[in-house]
């Protein structure tokens, strides 16, 4: 079963903004595997996720069409990739706002501006502990951040925070429709599975958000070693599916993590928020050029 993300109009648009980058591309309702960076199999390091791509000249959408068919043939998706933290699921307030509220009763009096700042330039540093920031349950990693972002160091007040973040008020769906596209996909049968650098609480989290069984696999850094742009998380969710890489799309929001990420395993990526929008551009009908669900047609 394929996928199709965009209209011909779009995708021209597409095209003469992206193809100084490797890119998606819809033809005849297939999505075509576009070109991506040479996969490195060494999967142990993420440097080569940074890999710079040759610039290139637009093209028109019948050349383009022509070029990736004499690469590819006619792969197309059997499996959609969805990143949690950003696309999938948004908070439902601020993160600075939270720290503040739930601080207050522990003497924290930073303004929300300051823990912002203040939480940027944590998250930003190396977490030397390890070479992952998220292992097992985070908690050492969040306790760090926590403390350097409210100047507070209160267990009680972390443990506060840290559960919030586990429970449905504290998390929205970035997409409404989401459960009605992804079942629409399953029932056509595309495979579906969340790929994400998140701790263990993800699918606690998924579960408190009625969401976990839309999915037939989860890939989360914190159980697989390994966090995006890593391929090898990337890798592990194709496994976990039965499917090659160049069988499977990844949308995420990060370019970095998301798009490089998932090319360096061989996959293919959309930019959440650029080159889809919403999870309604991803229909599973490969006959009908419209964001309408439904079944192909025999």
Not at 1 to 20: G, I, N, P, V, Y
Request: proline letters at 6%; glycine letters at 6%.
């Amino acid at each position: 079963m394929a996928l199709m993300a965009t209209t011909r109009a779009q995708l021209s648009t597409f095209l003469s903004r992206t193809l100084t980058r490797p890119g998606f591309i819809a033809f005849n309702g297939s999505i075509r595997r576009p070109e991506a960076p040479p996969v490195h199999r060494n999967f142990s390091s993420s440097a080569a996720a940074a890999a710079v791509v040759p610039q290139r000249e637009p093209m028109g959408v019948k050349e383009y069409e022509d070029y990736r068919r004499s690469l590819y043939g006619d792969i197309t998706h059997k499996a959609l990739f969805v990143d949690a933290a950003g696309t999938l699921l948004a908070p439902s307030q601020p993160m600075a706002q939270i720290y503040r509220e739930i601080g207050e009763k522990y003497g924290v009096q930073y303004s929300e501006a300051e823990i912002l700042n203040r939480y940027r330039r944590a998250y930003a540093q190396p977490w030397g502990k390890s070479r992952l920031r998220y292992v097992n349950d985070g908690r050492p990693f969040w306790q760090y951040i926590v403390s350097s972002s409210t100047g507070c160091s209160d267990a009680q007040y972390f443990e506060e925070v840290y559960n919030y973040y586990t429970t449905d008020r504290a998390w929205h769906l970035c997409d409404p429709e989401a459960e009605k596209v992804f079942m629409a996909l399953r029932k056509a049968g595309v495979k579906l599975a969340v790929v994400s650098n998140f701790d263990t609480r993800l699918r606690p989290l998924l579960r408190a958000l009625n969401c976990e069984q839309w999915f037939d696999a989860v890939a989360v850094s914190a159980e697989v070693e390994a966090e995006k742009p890593n391929p090898t998380i990337f890798v592990k969710a194709c496994e976990l599916l039965g499917i090659e890489p160049e069988e499977a799309v990844h949308v995420g929001d990060d370019r970095r993590n998301d798009v490089w990420g998932a090319r360096d395993a061989g996959c293919d990526a959309w930019l959440w928020g650029s080159d889809v929008h919403s999870f309604k551009e991803v229909s599973p009908n490969p006959i009908i050029h419209s964001f309408n669900l439904g079944l192909t047609t025999k």
